[in-house]
């Protein structure tokens, strides 16, 4: 089983943020600041594909991680 990348408490606040409404666009850069944040890097392509995939809003937490730590790439 691979590490976890991301904290759960770390992920519920960026799901959190997520849920005030942003757009796709924006929800995708919101997603490439957090990876950046944390050494990673995302095309935007990626990034907002993730945000269609995991239907952002709607998608359980554990959908938003494996999402996230499956576009992750180490910088």
């Known amino acids: 089983m691979m590490a976890e ?8 606040a960026l ?4 849920l ?3 757009d796709s666009k924006d929800a995708a850069e919101m997603l490439q600041m957090f990876l ?3 050494g990673y890097g995302v095309s935007a ?5 993730a945000v269609s995939r995991v239907g952002m809003l709607g998608g359980t937490l554990e959908a938003f991680q ?8 180490v910088m």
């Open 45 to 49: 392509e990626e990034a907002r594909n």
């Open 66 to 73: 494996h999402e996230l730590e499956t576009i992750a790439l």
């Open 36 to 38: 950046a944040g944390h």
């Open 20 to 22: 005030h409404g942003f």
């Open 5 to 12: 990348k991301f904290s759960v408490p770390e992920l519920t």
């Open 15 to 18: 799901r959190s943020e997520l």
